[in-house]
């Protein structure tokens, strides 16, 4: 029988996407700001550096999950890989806030460049399937890291403007830079934690096999379930990435408030409260279905934003509504993903955890963001938007349809697209069945 995971254990997993969040929620939150307003970069030309960058970063996210499937080492296959990766994560946090004395081409250069980040995020969710054989355990585990996860993101939204003014001292250059080195030392420490204290017991040294990288793309074949959860999940990331990165323009262009960004910002913590939901709501819904409602509420909360005019305080209701329906939709297809793994090997008879998880939440996560920056930085741009302007009525139109009503859409689709999930669920119980059959 499996041993408990111990509260240190359960500690160091939702360390994990503190610091994740914490590094990463920076970058998708106000690297498009940093870019027009601070670095001196168009916004056509910022929105199609996250679009590149993005990209090109996304498609390495099945390398790492070959990599991790690859990995031999006594700490396991993913748990190492949050020693080896924090430094370089850290770093280039840190270099993408600078803001050397460089020409508009040199810029452009510099920020897709430092732009490309590493591929943490693949272990955090890899390692997921190897902390646990049970699947509602999984579900208790990704949890506590979703509360992690926005712990990370809560300080980061509410805290960046206001210490990079404090830092900064006026200078906005001075005070992204210092703001960024400070998240990144802890960040660094905070994966070192994790590494510490976390434990795979479905993966040693003696225990694991290498795959094949053609069985690895074989675990792909007919894993419909997977195929759902990823574009599902894609979708989430697009339409958060979308409220995230253009809440600032909105708060100051819009609103007349620069403040107000931080304020709705920090009341995203309100995502802690759907992540408590969630064990509560799977035993009355299946996976599939609280997924969904964490979708439709989000979309609803959206929709409710673009009705109630400027008024401060009916807007930050909506985003405290949304933010719930968030906080369920992030949650859920990080713990599905581990069925996913279960199906692919029933399937086929190839466990392929890293390859699957790294698409499934890397690659989701990096091109949701990255067409999250790109699509609204176009509208934009298309509208007329000039950074440091008194903005024309088209481009604060594009910035309130950009704000408000794509993520709506973005969410709508999300839900849409997980109506087919339910069919695949259904088998969940018998596949566990028979892969115990199989080991013994």
């Given at each position: 029988m499996q041993k408990k995971l111990s509260l240190t254990n359960i500690?160091?997993?939702?360390?994990?996407?503190?610091?994740?969040?914490?590094?990463?929620?920076?970058?998708?939150?106000f690297i498009l700001y940093f870019y027009?307003?601070?670095f001196g970069i168009s916004v056509g030309a910022a929105g199609t550096i996250l679009l590149v960058a993005r990209v090109i970063d996304s498609l390495d996210a099945p390398i790492w999950g070959l990599i991790i499937d690859h990995t031999?080492?006594?700490?396991?296959?993913?748990?190492?890989?949050?020693?080896?990766?924090?430094?370089?994560?850290?770093?280039?946090?840190?270099?993408?806030?600078?803001?050397?004395?460089?020409?508009?081409?040199?810029?452009?250069i510099y920020a897709l460049v430092t732009y490309l980040v590493t591929g943490i995020s693949t272990p955090i969710t890899s390692i997921l399937p190897n902390l646990s054989n049970d699947s509602d355990e999984r579900v208790k585990l990704n949890s506590y890291r979703m509360v992690g996860g926005n712990i990370g993101y809560f300080v980061t939204a509410s805290f960046t403007l206001p210490l990079v003014a404090f830092f900064g001292g006026g200078n906005d250059q001075r005070g992204f830079a210092i703001t960024a080195a400070v998240y990144s030392i802890i960040g660094f420490l905070m994966f070192i934690f994790a590494f510490a204290k976390t434990?795979?017991?479905?993966?040693?040294?003696?225990?694991?096999?290498?795959?094949?990288?053609?069985?690895?793309?074989?675990?792909?074949?007919?894993?419909?379930?997977?195929?759902?959860i990823v574009l599902a999940n894609v979708m989430y990331w697009l339409g958060n990435t979308v409220r995230t990165s253009t809440v600032?323009?909105?708060?100051?262009?819009?609103?007349?408030?620069?403040?107000?960004?931080?304020?709705?910002?920090?009341?995203?913590?309100?995502?802690?409260?759907?992540?408590?939901?969630?064990?509560?709501?799977?035993?009355?819904?299946?996976?599939?279905?609280?997924?969904?409602?964490?979708?439709?509420?989000?979309?609803?909360?959206?929709?409710?934003?673009?009705?109630?005019?400027?008024?401060?305080?009916?807007?930050?209701?909506?985003?405290?509504?949304?933010?719930?329906?968030?906080g369920i939709a992030v949650s859920m297809p990080f713990a599905m993903l581990s069925d996913t793994v279960d199906y692919g090997e029933w399937k086929t008879g190839i466990r392929s955890a890293?390859?699957?998880?790294?698409?499934?939440?890397?690659?989701?996560?990096?091109?949701?963001?990255?067409?999250?920056?790109?699509?609204?930085?176009?509208?934009?741009?298309a509208a007329g938007y000039v950074a440091h302007k008194q903005?024309?009525?088209?481009?604060?139109?594009?910035?309130?349809?950009?704000?408000?009503?794509?993520?709506?859409?973005?969410?709508?689709?999300?839900?849409?697209?997980?109506?087919?999930?339910?069919?695949?669920?259904?088998?969940?119980?018998?596949?566990?069945?028979?892969?115990?059959?199989?080991?013994?």
């Open positions: 500690l160091a997993y939702a360390s994990t996407d503190t610091a994740g969040n914490l590094l990463y929620c920076t970058l998708t939150s027009t307003d601070v031999h080492s006594k700490y396991g296959q993913s748990r190492p890989w949050f020693l080896w990766l924090a430094a370089p994560f850290a770093i280039f946090l840190t270099l993408s806030f600078l803001s050397p004395d460089l020409s508009s081409t040199q810029k452009g434990q795979e017991i479905n993966n040693t040294p003696q225990e694991v096999q290498s795959i094949p990288i053609k069985d690895s793309f074989k675990a792909m074949a007919g894993n419909w379930p997977w195929v759902i600032i323009y909105y708060a100051q262009y819009n609103l007349g408030h620069l403040n107000y960004a931080s304020l709705l910002n920090g009341l995203v913590l309100f995502q802690v409260v759907g992540n408590i939901l969630i064990p509560f709501m799977v035993r009355k819904f299946s996976k599939g279905q609280t997924l969904i409602i964490g979708f439709s509420i989000a979309s609803l909360g959206q929709i409710l934003i673009g009705f109630v005019g400027s008024n401060f305080a009916l807007i930050a209701a909506a985003w405290i509504f949304t933010s719930i329906g968030t890293g390859f699957l998880t790294a698409i499934g939440s890397a690659f989701c996560i990096k091109m949701g963001s990255g067409l999250g920056g790109f699509i609204p930085s176009k509208i934009m741009a903005q024309t009525a088209s481009a604060l139109a594009s910035t309130k349809f950009s704000f408000v009503w794509l993520p709506a859409i973005c969410f709508m689709i999300g839900a849409a697209i997980m109506l087919a999930y339910a069919k695949y669920e259904k088998k969940e119980d018998q596949i566990k069945k028979d892969l115990l059959e199989r080991v013994n």
